[in-house]
């Protein structure tokens, strides 16, 4: 007979099986890519073979979570397959010390345990995902995007401390931008005749850079004081990065820390040093906005 | 062909002096260039050069019967033209004007057949060594390119929009200089990050020194004709005029140390550069119109 205590592990340990099945089956039903769906579906498989076995032994019924499927079910319509499923994968690693635990009063939990992490992840690594193979067009689209613009803005906020005037600015110096970035990054992806297409590549690098632009732009078509403007831009600009890095990482499977760290201090410290700039231009040429 | 020596008309020995005249000048600027590299392995490929180009005189020597003396105004230019832009484009863009005397090959060969066979041999033999040559700045050429293009399509782009939108000159010149401050500034985290990231064999400080550098003399390039023109309309015509220049010339330094065609690369970059111009252009006068900006 199971003590009190292993058997709510056995039973949130089932339920947790039972919630993941139905979320890959739903997920493979709605992926249109004939690999993917047989990839999904066979993860679904596992995951009910882990829920019967823990049925074995509590020998009664469990219901899914609900709201957690339609969670990341959404999460990964949205935000792509990869990063959905990586990120519940990585919220099951506590199920997998509970598994561990589990191992003293059930033979063979070990095992599962052990299929979970080590089949079921290199099913996951196998879902072929376009945008990822884009990824690093759009993460160049970003980091210049941050990188030069809350430079440009910083420098213009000092210099001609008008904020409809920064705004125009910034918007145009952040289109011409974008094309620019666009425009190289079709070259390379032509010149390199990788797997990218070019046209695809600049498309998402052109549009990682837009949407950059303009979510750093808009504090100073909001604000008229441009001091406000330029906090907002700055907290906008970190808030980018820290989402963006979160993605990376997560579908990615690469340490976050390092990589939030550096490209905030590259982007502030360019900020920093054009705030600079902008303060000497005003000061040695004497230019009165 | 035993007595070919003896058969030369006026005419070809002319053009065999010509060649002779050629190589012995090749074997001078050759000579010079491998005494002043310190590079050991380029000095000894320029050193075997030299001593090909000397051959091909002797052989040349052998059908004239005369000794002839190099021309020291293309010895000292081409000297002068690798010590400044870098031994692969003065050597290469050498050989280019050397291609044309080739055409006169074509004439003698009717005399001399053998004399065209070892020319052609060694001229094959010369192009494997030339490609020997190792020089770290074409290492760097993505990183220059890039630099450059960068400059080149967003900063006149910009202007272009700005010179519509604010129509006044020290506006223009501040937030010119400020957005080509960024810029620089971009470009160079841009290439230490990526070059580090792809861990090839180049160095990231070199990439993003090359890369930087590039793209700041590209934007010195463009925002000066605003400095000295008070119109703005005529120093953004100053500033295409400009960018064009820059291509022209830096898609003909490719086109000659890569040996790579010219007129695409130039065309398609004028076409992106001046194309975001006038976008930038139209942007600019949508902004004027609609955003009503005042200073």
């Not at chain 1, 945008?131 to 030069?148: K, M, P, Q, T």
């Not at chain 1, 100073?220 to 831009?233: R, T």
């Not at chain 2, 051959?55 to 000794?67: E, F, R």
């Not at chain 2, 960068?150 to 929009?161: D, N, P, R």
């Amino acid at each position: 007979m199971l003590d009190r205590v292993t058997r709510q592990r056995l039973r949130a340990a089932q339920r947790n099986e039972l919630t993941e099945h139905f979320i890959y089956r739903e997920l493979a039903r709605s992926t249109q890519d004939s690999a993917n769906k047989k990839l999904l579906q066979d993860i679904a498989e596992d995951e009910k073979r882990h829920y019967d076995f823990w049925k074995q032994h509590s020998k009664e019924e469990v219901r899914p979570d609900r709201l957690k499927i339609w969670r990341y079910c959404f999460i990964a319509r949205t935000l792509g397959l990869t990063f959905g499923i990586k990120l519940m994968e990585r919220g099951e690693k506590q199920a997998e010390t509970a598994y561990a635990l589990l191992a003293e009063g059930v033979p063979g939990a070990q095992d599962i345990a052990r299929e979970e992490e080590e089949h079921e992840h290199a099913l996951i690594n196998l879902i072929d995902e376009e945008r990822l193979h884009y990824i690093g067009s759009i993460v160049l689209g970003l980091n210049d995007a941050l990188v030069e613009l809350s430079g440009a803005l910083s420098g213009l906020t000092l210099a001609l401390q008008n904020s409809r005037l920064i705004a125009v600015v910034g918007l145009i110096t952040g289109i011409a931008a974008a094309m620019s970035m666009a425009g190289s990054e079709y070259l390379s992806r032509r010149t390199e005749e990788s797997d990218q297409k070019p046209v695809k590549s600049a498309v998402y690098t052109g549009l990682a850079y837009i949407v950059t632009v303009m979510l750093l732009i808009f504090p100073y078509f909001v604000f008229d004081n441009v001091f406000h403007s330029l906090a907002l831009m700055i907290g906008i600009a970190i808030s980018v990065i820290f989402a963006f890095t979160f993605y990376m990482s997560v579908a990615r499977e690469i340490s976050f820390r390092h990589r939030f760290l550096e490209m905030a201090a590259i982007s502030l410290g360019i900020a920093a040093l054009s705030f600079f700039i902008g303060f000497l231009i005003r000061e040695f040429l004497g230019v009165e906005a | 062909m035993s007595t070919g020596e003896k058969t030369l008309d006026k005419d070809i020995l002319n053009k065999v002096l010509t060649m002779q005249r050629g190589e012995i000048t090749e074997h001078f600027i050759y000579r010079k260039l491998a005494r002043s590299t310190r590079d050991r392995h380029n000095s000894e490929v320029l050193q075997r050069i030299a001593r090909d180009e000397m051959g091909h005189y002797a052989t040349w020597k052998k059908y004239t019967g005369a000794a002839v003396q190099p021309s020291r105004f293309k010895v000292w230019l081409y000297y002068l033209i690798s010590k400044v832009f870098g031994l692969t484009f003065g050597i290469k863009l050498m050989e280019y004007g050397e291609e044309k005397a080739q055409k006169a090959y074509g004439e003698i060969a009717k005399s001399l057949p053998a004399a065209e066979r070892i020319a052609g041999d060694e001229d094959r033999h010369e192009r494997e060594l030339i490609a020997m040559i190792d020089e770290e700045r074409l290492h760097y050429t993505a990183d220059v390119v890039r630099g450059l293009n960068v400059a080149l399509v967003e900063l006149t782009g910009t202007l272009a929009g700005l010179t519509m939108a604010l129509g006044d000159s020290q506006i223009i010149i501040l937030t010119g200089v400020i957005a080509g401050a960024a810029m620089i500034l971009s470009v160079a985290s841009t290439e230490y990050l990526g070059t580090r990231a792809s861990g090839g064999t180049h160095s990231p400080l070199k990439a993003l020194m090359y890369g930087a550098l590039a793209n700041a003399v590209t934007v010195v390039l463009l925002l000066f004709p605003y400095f000295i023109l008070g119109n703005v309309y005529h120093a953004l015509i100053f500033t295409g005029f400009n960018a064009v220049v820059v291509l022209f010339l830096f898609s003909f330094y490719i086109s000659v140390a890569r040996e790579l065609s010219f007129r695409r690369r130039f065309l398609e970059m004028v076409a992106a550069s001046l194309g975001v111009a006038g976008l930038a252009f139209v942007i600019g006068y949508l902004a004027r119109i609609f955003l009503h900006i005042s200073h």
